[in-house]
C-alpha cells in the first residue's frame, strides 16, 4: 500500500492519567491503579489510532513519563536521588539530569506490558519507541563511565536487550528517537550510527530513527529561530544514514525550513515525512497533508514514503492531536488515491 500513515510516537495523556498539556507530567495515580491507567491509555491511545486511519500504530507513550526518563527508570546504575544540572542538546537547555554512578544493566523489561497489551489488541503493525544511545548519553550525567561514548554503547547494549525482547512481544517496528543526531552531526558518522547499529543488533523486524528538530516548545522555537532560512542539517548526516543498516528514517517536513531535496539523499531508506505540524495548534487540512506527500514524491521513491508527524504530540491538547491524527489518516488516504 502506498502512503501508509503512522506518527512519531507519542500522544498526550488523558487528564485521568496524568498531568496534561505538559511534557513532564506528574501522574495521577500510584501503584496498580497506576499501573492499569496506563494500560487502559494504551488501549485508547490504539483505537483512536486505527479509527483516525493509521496503519502502523503506536502505544502512544502512555506508560512513560518522559521519552528519555521512561527508559532510565529500568536501569541499575543510575543515580537519580541526587540530579545535578547540566546543560543538553549543546547547552539549548539547562536540565536537573540524573547521574550514572556504575556498570548499567537493566532491572527487567521496560515496556513489555503496554506492548503485549497493544499486541493483543490491534491486529494493526505495532511500532514502539525508545530513546537513542547519543540522545540518552546526552541526558545523562556520568560519574563512572569516564567517557560518554563507552557510556552510549552501554546504553546501547540494554536498549538492544530490550529490543529483542519487544520483538519477540510480536512489536513490528521498533523506532530509535535520535534528536541529538541534529545537534552533534560529526559525531553521527563518527559514532552515533555504530551505536544505532548495536542497538538493532540481531534484529530482523523493522527499524527505524526518528531525527526531528524537538517538540513545539519555547526552547526548540527559539532555538530553531537561529536556524537560518535553510536547516541543512540533515544534510550532513543523511549519506552516513543512507548507509546504515536502519531500514526507515522519520524527519520532519510540513512548515520545516528542511529543503526537501535532501530527502533524496536517504536513497534505499523507508522515509517517514512529517506531514503534521506538532508546533502549532492549527489544523492540518487532508488537502495540506496530500500536498506535503506531493512535493515528496520528487525526491523520494513514492513506494517509499510514509506519512507521519514531524515529532510526537505529547503536550499538545488531546482535542487539537485527535484532529491532526484525523488528517493525518484521510490525508494519507487522499494521496494514495491520487498516486494509486
Ligand atoms: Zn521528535
New binding site residues.
Given amino acids: 500500500m502506498l502512503f501508509p500513515a503512522t506518527i512519531?510516537?507519542s500522544l498526550p495523556k488523558p487528564a485521568w492519567l496524568a498531568e496534561t498539556d505538559k511534557l513532564w507530567p506528574q501522574w495521577r495515580q500510584s501503584g496498580e491503579a497506576l499501573a492499569q491507567a496506563k494500560l487502559d491509555a494504551t488501549l485508547l491511545a490504539v483505537k483512536l489510532q486505527e479509527d483516525a486511519g493509521i496503519d502502523i500504530v503506536c502505544d502512544g507513550e502512555m506508560s512513560r513519563q518522559h521519552?528519555v526518563h521512561g527508559f532510565l527508570e529500568f536501569v541499575d546504575g543510575i543515580d537519580f536521588a541526587n540530579k545535578v544540572e547540566m546543560g543538553i542538546r549543546a547547552d539549548r537547555y539547562k536540565a536537573m539530569v540524573p547521574v550514572v554512578r556504575g556498570a548499567l544493566t537493566l532491572k527487567g523489561r521496560v515496556h513489555e506490558r503496554e506492548a503485549l497489551h497493544a499486541r493483543a489488541h490491534t491486529a494493526r503493525k505495532l511500532k514502539i519507541t525508545m530513546p537513542g544511545p547519543m540522545t540518552v548519553a546526552d541526558t545523562i550525567a556520568d560519574a563512572h563511565y569516564g567517557d560518554k561514548i563507552k557510556m552510549a554503547f552501554a546504553f546501547a547494549d540494554l536498549l538492544n536487550q530490550e529490543a529483542r525482547a519487544l520483538q519477540a512481544d510480536g512489536v513490528d517496528v521498533i523506532q530509535f528517537?535520535e534528536?541529538t543526531f541534529n545537534v552533534f552531526m560529526d559525531e553521527v558518522s563518527g559514532w552515533g550510527i555504530e551505536a544505532l547499529h548495536r542497538a538493532i543488533d540481531g534484529l530482523t523486524c523493522t527499524t527505524a530513527v526518528?531525527?526531528?528538530?524537538?517538540?513545539g516548545i519555547k526552547a526548540n522555537i527559539d532555538w530553531k529561530n537561529t536556524l537560518g532560512v535553510e536547516w541543512r542539517q540533515y544534510e550532513r548526516i543523511f549519506p552516513a544514514l543512507a548507509k546504515s543498516r536502519i531500514k526507515q528514517v522519520?524527519l520532519?517536513c510540513i512548515n520545516s525550513h528542511v529543503p526537501l531535496k535532501l530527502l533524496s539523499l536517504l536513497d534505499g531508506k523507508d522515509v517517514l515525512i512529517g506531514v503534521i505540524d506538532?508546533a502549532t495548534d492549527d489544523i492540518e487540512t487532508p488537502e495540506r497533508v496530500a500536498q506535503v506527500i506531493d512535493e515528496v514524491v520528487q525526491f523520494v521513491p513514492k513506494e517509499r514514503i510514509v506519512a507521519c508527524t514531524?515529532?510526537?504530540m505529547a503536550p499538545m491538547r488531546r482535542t487539537i492531536a485527535e484532529a491532526k491524527l484525523t488528517a493525518l489518516g484521510k490525508g494519507a488516504a487522499l494521496a494514495r488515491e491520487r498516486w494509486g
Fill in positions: 512519531a510516537g521519552f528517537d534528536p526518528h531525527i526531528c528538530y524537538g517538540y522519520s520532519e506538532v514531524n515529532c510526537g
